[in-house]
């Protein structure tokens, strides 16, 4: 018996399949939504006798080979070597029949990356545990309310001020080129350290957390690799998947300190993109698992930014798409549920669609009022429609896009065959084939995000004088030489082009606010909570006030 048919004996298709989406027996076979194409009524079939699947929709099929190859992006022998792995199956070494030279060559180098990971996250977590330089880190998740349970679970370590990785995998075989091909982990200086894995749970990369408060980046992430793309990659979602098909539903909040702390109250089904905006690869990956999706993202400016920006990559995926407010004042997941975690529950349990959200968000912007029970000038109602037209004509079902009109025609109390008609202009007005581009920030790339900000605000003379403070800012924290870097700015433009330059440059400025915003608050935080502690309100006033006067001016 060869290796394939081995395989076969082991793995059943209806359980590798269930592993992935959703199956409900149908008389002799099992019935789910296709995860290759988008649809609402199942006709993806897997048959038990034959150990075969098909979709009767897009005319995929196979066995259990042709499933991974698709589902993962494989290569057949890739495919293999996972099957293998499922099957506790020991492959022969016939690489004339399942891995050609070239195939050999990459799965050696990425192999060799995923070693270097698992090593480092090896390391890193027993330092967090055991040694005495790790004790702020180890306050600080403490503090944030982290259990010992909860740091197993999600492998988090600790970077060492003092690199140590490279002598230690050097013992173990890997090279100086192998670590700089894995990133380097030994970048990572006195920061917390969250392993970004795959969905089979193999460390891709790392972002690491700095411990003091003006220390910046805040987060940082491995730069691009073979294995770690950032612009795909999702945080958690490992350890959320069998919750996510469970629930039929995935949570998304914007940090890995939100992921975890959501995890520990109880919403396993939470997940984060991995140091970036999210992209239509992360829906289309969380898709393979359930098409609703609530989004729990920051209650600030950059938060609502992000939140509007999700939902049309949900719309355009066709996802359910749900929105989570947290009360004031909590401003993120992590901070609201460090409070109480029933915040965050009762948020996510009151989340409402994503259209509504829209809806109120828009009547608040234009009015000041997110009810509809006020009187509306006529500019008014114009306004709040064209700002909904956007995503209500990206709703393609025919019945929920009429309902969505009887709702705002109700909401600005106008006629909703004025809706209608206004819908109709908007979508006649819009390209018949638009070219579809992910904002710059989505494609993959080796520089940070601060890099690339730091790259922009140097080649244009207006922003950075707009900018100067930041702009200074970012240089006094770069090490590299400014010359090479605008040079690798301009090439990356030169490729992914300057359609979405401006809105990915106010998205970054705004996002490095935020930053500097959370700093300065975390400076404070500790002095005014003293000054509480001793009953000194007038010390608590004066920080106050010079706590809202560092954030004006920053």
């Known amino acids: 018996m060869n290796d394939v048919e081995e395989i076969k004996q082991r793995v059943d298709i209806v359980d590798l399949v269930g592993s992935y ?22 006709s993806f079939m897997v048959n038990p006798e034959r150990q075969s699947f098909k979709c009767f929709g897009c005319n995929e099929g196979g066995d259990i080979f042709e499933f991974v190859m698709k589902i993962e992006n494989l290569t057949f ?27 050999a060559q990459q799965k050696d180098e990425k192999s060799t990356l995923y070693r270097i990971n698992a090593f480092a996250t090896q390391i890193f977590h027993t330092i967090l545990l055991k040694q005495a330089d790790a004790k702020t880190a180890r306050d600080y998740l403490k503090q944030r309310g982290l259990s010992d349970a909860t740091i197993a679970i999600f492998r988090i370590g600790y970077a060492p001020k003092n690199p140590l ?28 350290m969250f392993p970004i894995m795959d969905v089979l749970g193999n ?15 805040k987060y940082y992430n491995t730069p691009e690799t073979t294995i770690f793309h950032k612009g795909s990659l999702i945080y958690g979602l490992s350890q959320a998947k069998n919750a996510i098909k469970e629930h039929d539903c995935a949570v998304l ?43 729990a993202f920051d209650m600030d400016s950059a938060g609502e930014k992000a939140t509007r920006s999700a939902i049309h990559l949900a719309l355009d995926a066709e996802m359910n798409a749900s929105i989570a407010t947290l009360p004031k004042p909590y401003k993120d997941a992590g901070e609201a549920i460090a409070v109480d975690p029933a915040i965050f529950i009762t948020a996510i349990e009151s989340a409402i669609p994503a259209m509504q959200w829209i809806i109120t968000s828009e009547t608040s912007r234009v009015t000041g009022s997110a009810h509809g029970d006020s009187t509306y000038t006529p500019v008014q109602k114009k306004t709040i ?10 709703v393609t079902d025919s019945i929920e896009r009429d309902e969505w009109v009887k709702i705002l025609a109700g909401q600005v109390q106008t006629q909703e065959s004025s809706i209608v008609l206004a819908l109709t202009k908007f979508t006649n007005k819009q390209p018949s084939h638009p070219r579809l581009t992910e904002p710059i920030a989505q494609k993959h790339h080796h520089l940070t995000p601060d890099e690339l900000l730091l790259g922009f605000l140097h080649r244009d003379d207006a922003l950075k004088a707009k900018h100067s403070a930041l702009y200074n800012r970012l240089q006094q924290e770069y090490t590299g030489n400014i010359s090479d870097l605008t040079t690798a ?3 990356y433009l030169s490729t992914v082009g300057q359609d979405n330059l401006q809105a990915e440059i106010d998205d970054l400025i705004a996002r490095k606010h935020s930053e500097g915003h959370e700093a300065i608050k975390l400076s404070f935080a500790q002095r005014i ?6 009953g000194n309100r007038e010390l608590v006033k004066k920080l106050l006030a010079e706590l809202h006067t560092q954030i004006a001016d920053n």
Do not use: W
């Open 21 to 42: 989406l959703p199956l409900k027996k149908a008389g002799s076979t099992h019935k789910g939504l296709c995860p290759f194409h988008s649809e609402k009524t199942p």
């Open 77 to 103: 022998p890739e495919a293999l070597h996972l099957l293998a792995d499922k099957a506790g199956a020991t492959l022969a070494r016939q690489k004339g029949n399942y891995a050609p030279e070239k195939y």
């Open 165 to 192: 990785l490279a002598p230690l995998l050097a013992k173990h075989g890997m090279t100086p080129r192998d670590l700089d091909n894995a990133g380097q982990p030994d970048r990572f200086k006195d920061r917390i």
């Open 203 to 217: 460390v891709a990369g790392f972002t690491g957390r700095s411990l003091g408060p003006l220390v910046q980046p």
């Open 253 to 295: 909040v914007e940090g890995q300190m939100d992921v975890v702390l959501a995890h520990q109250s109880g919403v396993t089904n939470t997940v984060a993109s991995s140091g970036t905006a999210l992209t239509p690869a992360h829906l289309k990956t969380i898709g393979r698992y359930t098409k609703n999706c609530i989004f």
């Open 385 to 394: 429609v064209q700002g909904v037209l956007p995503y209500l004509a990206k």
């Open 489 to 491: 700015v301009d090439a």
């Open 529 to 534: 909570a003293q000054a509480e502690r001793e």
